[in-house]
């Protein structure tokens, strides 16, 4: 089976400080690849490389057919990509139903000049968003809330209207950014059964960079250990979480616990 992502000799270089260091690995379709390592490993770098906002100095990364190095920032959704924020990015004083409308904004315009006079195409495509949002918002246990103002709604809530606006679009591939961060256990273990449902379910294939090792070990099928800027191991979370080198390089934190 084709690799759905894959990323060659990823290099990127901030003046003498070389980031990410020609790390390579393929993301099959349908699967969750873990992408962990300690702070400064890369991490960040590497997903800013595959959003367009870093140019990495070598290396490519391809998905799909697509050379994602030729493709610009605000296209990345057009070309299957989806993706949630560390710290959350959402309009606080919308609501949550406004916020997810806002992921449907490509997939559905209706074009300019109907827009403008708003004629049938445009209210057929206000119609099907309509009904996008309402299936995700139910999908993700948000139909309670989709008159709330986001800010009001607790952080476990908030991160899911994030998933949910990155849903609507209906990316091939998810890259979640840290999603635990800040979440309480219970809001992590829900957060791992809804990373498995979209994998299983849907086939998404999702990159998951996360802090949170019990989170990584539970839902990824394989995982990728970045150290200064390099990959130091790839395999199954039982593979990684005795590997010597991994070990090493979290030196103080306790892998086979998580
Ligand atoms: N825009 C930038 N300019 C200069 N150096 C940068 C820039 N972005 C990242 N770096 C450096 O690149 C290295 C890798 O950082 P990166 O943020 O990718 O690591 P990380 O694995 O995401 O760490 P963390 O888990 O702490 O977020 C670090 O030494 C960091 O200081």
Known sequence: MAAHLSI??????FGGLTALDHVSFDVMPGTVMGLIGPNGAGKSTLLNCLCRIYQPSEGSI???????????AHDLCRAGVGRTFQNLELFGEMTVRDNVLVGCDFRLGAGFWSD??????????????TELVERELEALRLAHCADS??????????????????LVAAPRLLL??????????????????????LRDARGLTILLIEHDMSLVMDVSDEIVVLNHGQKIAQGTPAEIGTNPDVIEAYLGE???DA
């Open 8 to 13: 060659r000799d990823l290099t990127c270089r």
């Open 62 to 72: 391809r998905f799909e057919d697509a050379d994602l190095l030729q493709t610009r």
């Open 116 to 129: 403008l006079v708003r004629g049938p195409k445009t209210r057929r495509a206000e119609r099907q968003a």
């Open 149 to 166: 103002i986001v800010s009001t709604l607790s952080f476990g809530e908030q991160k899911r209207v994030e998933l949910a606006r990155a």
């Open 176 to 197: 979640l950014d840290e999603p635990a961060a800040g979440a309480n256990p219970s809001e992590t273990e829900q957060l791992g059964r809804l990373i498995r449902h």
């Open 254 to 256: 306790d892998l086979e």
